[in-house]
């Protein structure tokens, strides 16, 4: 499967991220067009959360430059990058007193005036959103007391209103058990369908991963080990190296992880798949 010819939206070009102007990971270099999807992969602490913040413009690269539809990041005001970009990281978000379609509602602002009224357009495309992520009927609840889950799919309902055309999230199947999981991946793959709209998000759970990412960027050590097609990437060579899983191996067949497993007690052993 070649690689999505489409308009690229978002790239980076001699990346560096980190904090206080100490590089975490280097030599990021990350193109995403529209209709695609492109998934972050790696250990913990690996540096997946740093870049996607930088790629949303919450912290300055340590060197080089993003560019958001062919614009360098930098010199785009907050105005200008909510129209284009938005995000869902894993930071929890605290309001007072806003029910869910309030919190939904921010994310129409970009595209209102001075006076952030929203119009009956603005409202069809709130309500759409939150349809979208089965959240409709929570409309009227208190966000903060909604489940974490609930929390999220309400979230990403406001990022999705915003009409960005490139969306970025933090591992964004955090809190939901696996209905929603599936449902949440299959909304992305949605979206990206309509070739309106790039994503670009990290992941932890590897089988969920395989199937909905177009490119699969692997970060390690301070650098991108690798990056490429899901079907190159998700071979066992190189998520072994990735995860360090000695004396354990990644199945390709199942999208589990193989352990050595004793099975008589007396040293003899057989691969076991565990997904």
Request: proline share 4%.
């Amino acid at each position: 499967m070649a690689r999505i010819q489409d308009q690229i939206v978002l790239q980076t070009r001699g990346l560096s991220v980190g904090y206080d102007g100490n590089p975490l990971v280097q030599g990021v270099e990350i193109e995403v067009r529209l209709g695609e999807v492109v998934t972050l992969i790696g250990p913990n602490g690996a540096g997946k959360s740093t870049i996607l913040k930088t790629l949303a413009g919450q912290l300055a690269p340590c060197g080089g430059v993003v560019y958001l539809s062919g614009r360098d990041l930098s010199g785009l005001s907050p105005a200008q990058l909510a129209r284009e970009l938005s995000v869902l990281l894993t930071d929890r978000v605290r309001t007072d007193l806003l029910t869910c379609m309030d919190v939904v509602e921010m994310g129409r602002h970009p595209h209102t005036g001075r006076l952030g009224i929203l119009s009956d357009g603005d409202r069809a495309k709130v309500r759409a959103a939150m349809e979208l992520v089965n959240v409709w009927e929570l409309r009227h609840r208190d966000f903060m007391r909604l489940s974490d889950g609930q929390r999220q799919r309400v979230m990403l309902a406001r990022a999705i209103c915003q009409e960005p055309r490139v969306l970025i999230l933090d591992e964004p199947t955090n809190y939901l058990d696996i209905r929603y999981q599936i449902e949440l991946l299959d909304i992305l793959r949605r979206l990206v369908g309509r070739r309106e709209m790039g994503i670009v998000m990290s992941l932890h759970e590897l089988p969920l991963a395989r199937v909905v990412s177009d490119w699969v960027v692997c970060v390690k050590n301070g650098a991108v080990m690798a990056q490429g097609r899901a079907d190159e990437m998700f071979v066992s060579q190189t998520i072994d190296e990735l995860y360090d899983l000695e004396p354990g191996s990644f199945d390709p067949a199942t999208g589990g992880i193989r352990l050595p497993v004793r099975t008589d007690g007396l040293g003899a052993a057989e691969g076991k798949a565990h997904q």
